[in-house]
């Protein structure tokens, strides 16, 4: 699903990437764990395409991404990557359906059936009751579970995620671990989770440990 070879990022005189090879498979779970400052994020980034490395290349599903130039890029990231982050960041001013919408209105998918898909996600995740309320009026658990319905909206093929468990209670954290489990099996989805949650990354199918911008 996902090949990385010899990623090389800076910011100023610090490397943070030095040389990272990394072959994720489909419907694999993948943890991503060391300490902070160790990369971890800025490769996800990279790999989700949210930003570029100095040198090296990312394919993702056979179509290799660093040629792509930034509308190519919004457009492949936009039907192919779902994105959950540890602040669900959603739209205060919208309710939990019309932001699980909002990446199918940007593919200019027909409205009626992205409203169906919508409220069919919400509904897989237990969210029903929840479809006319805005992130103010939701839980933490809630909210990130809308997050992960507008993840899914466009039928990715890989989502990443940073830290999804990071703002969350136990409950809601082993809710969003069989979650996963749950979307792997019936999707077929691969997940790319960066984590310091120990719970989370024993769920994985494997566990990549980076420290000082090499895969160890």
Excluded: W
Excluded at 37 to 59: E, P, Q, R, Y
Excluded at 67 to 86: C, H, L, T, W
């Amino acid at each position: 699903m996902i090949i990385a070879e010899q990623l090389v990022k800076s910011y100023g005189d610090v490397r943070v990437l030095k040389g990272v090879d990394l072959h994720i498979e489909p419907a694999e779970i993948v943890s991503i764990t060391g300490k902070s400052g160790a990369g971890k994020s800025t490769l996800l980034h990279i790999l989700g395409m949210l930003d570029n490395a100095d040198s090296g290349k990312v394919i993702i599903n056979g179509t290799e991404t660093n040629s792509m130039d930034e509308k190519q890029s919004a457009k492949f990231r936009n039907e192919n990557i779902g994105f959950v982050f540890q602040f669900h960041h959603l739209l205060g001013e919208f309710t939990a359906l019309e932001n699980v919408c909002i990446p199918a209105y940007i593919s200019k998918k027909d409205t009626n059936e992205v409203d169906r898909k919508a409220k069919e996600l919400l509904h897989h995740l237990g969210l029903s009751h929840r479809n006319t309320h805005k992130p103010n009026q939701l839980s933490g658990g809630e909210a990130q579970r809308v997050a992960v319905a507008r993840a899914l909206i466009n039928n990715p093929k890989v989502i990443f995620a940073d830290e999804p468990t990071g703002n969350l209670d136990r409950s809601s954290s082993e809710n969003l671990h069989n979650l996963f489990l749950e979307l792997r099996k019936e999707l077929g989805i691969s997940f790319v989770i960066v984590t310091h949650n120990e719970e989370l990354a024993k769920i994985s199918d494997r566990i990549i440990h980076i420290d000082d911008g090499v895969i160890v």
